[in-house]
């Protein structure tokens, strides 16, 4: 069965004084580079570079303290295995009082979902819950409702593709660019966000609803920053990677989303991070 929480107060989740100062840090650098260009070879510098189309995200709400999510948790490597899907798992933390702590939980993760309720006109959220980019939500455990809304949106991108997002890493900057010369699409507010994911993390439960169980997480989102916003002409970002990296993250995802828990205008993720 899911597990239903009625809609809170989003205050009562709001980011902590560090992930707002880590924001604003972040947002200073990206105003730094967003003009610079990218280091030269000649520095010594190894090229790298990645980019692959924009796929269908889902992204995948749960919660080490629910006993309903392990079945969700295992599924998603099917989607994560797929070429033309993205699948990101985000950990709210509105089940910890239920006696475990989640150790993977972000506030900012609830506060999502907060959005995309608020989006959908429903009065509550759920785990497992995945969202399908951001245009309709789904038990994460039914594997076919999944599947199905996966192909609606393969069809209706045959006929009105995404925007084109592309995102590489050379010479140890990651360059962002979305839109192209015929691009003139008015956003009411897209934004730009990156996420920095770790692809496998394993979780010991010994508390709650999964004491005892040895649960294994894909696709982990760990930091969700926005870094920038974009009115419809092409855009470049150029940002130093050695500033964004994290010890605990080996992958990355750019997403380009309407408005606040709008539809996905396009994903893409990094193949060489």
């Known amino acids: 069965m899911l597990k239903l929480r009625q809609t809170m107060k989003i205050s009562q989740y709001m980011p902590t004084l560090i992930s707002r100062l880590g924001a604003y840090v972040l ?3 990206v105003s730094l580079f967003l003009t610079l260009p ?3 070879a000649s520095d010594g510098t190894m090229k790298k570079s990645s980019h692959s189309s924009p796929k269908i995200l889902l992204e995948l709400f749960t919660s080490q303290g629910c006993s309903s999510c392990p079945r969700a948790d295992a599924l998603l490597p099917t989607f994560i295995a797929r070429d033309d899907v993205i699948a990101l798992s985000m950990s709210v933390d509105y089940w910890d009082y239920l006696g475990w702590r989640d ?5 900012k993760f609830t506060k999502r979902q907060h959005s995309y309720a608020r989006q959908f006109r429903v009065g509550h959220v759920y785990t497992p819950q995945v969202v399908v980019d ?7 455990a039914d594997e076919n409702a ?4 996966i192909e609606k949106r393969r069809a209706a991108r045959a006929k009105n593709p995404p925007v084109d997002l ?3 890493s050379r010479d140890g900057t990651l360059i962002i660019t979305v839109g192209d010369k015929k691009t003139n699409r008015p956003q009411k507010k897209a934004t730009l966000w990156m996420a920095l994911v770790s692809k496998k993390e394993s979780v010991k439960i010994r508390r709650g609803e999964n004491r005892g169980e040895l649960l294994t997480y894909h696709n982990v989102v760990r930091k969700l920053t926005p870094i920038g916003h974009w009115n419809g002409e092409k855009m470049t970002i150029k940002l130093p990677k050695k500033h964004l ?3 605990n993250t080996d992958g ?3 997403l380009l989303q309407d408005g606040d828990g709008g539809p996905i205008v396009a994903a893409v993720e990094m193949n060489d991070w």
């Not at 999944?146 to 809304?149: L, N, V």
């Open 38 to 40: 990218a280091m030269s």
């Open 252 to 254: 990355c995802v750019i």
């Open 27 to 29: 947002a200073l650098l």
């Open 146 to 149: 999944i599947e199905e809304m």
């Open 134 to 140: 951001g245009l309709s939500h789904h038990n994460g």
């Open 103 to 107: 150790t993977l939980a972000q506030p």
């Open 245 to 247: 990296s994290q010890g």
């Open 166 to 168: 592309r995102v590489e």
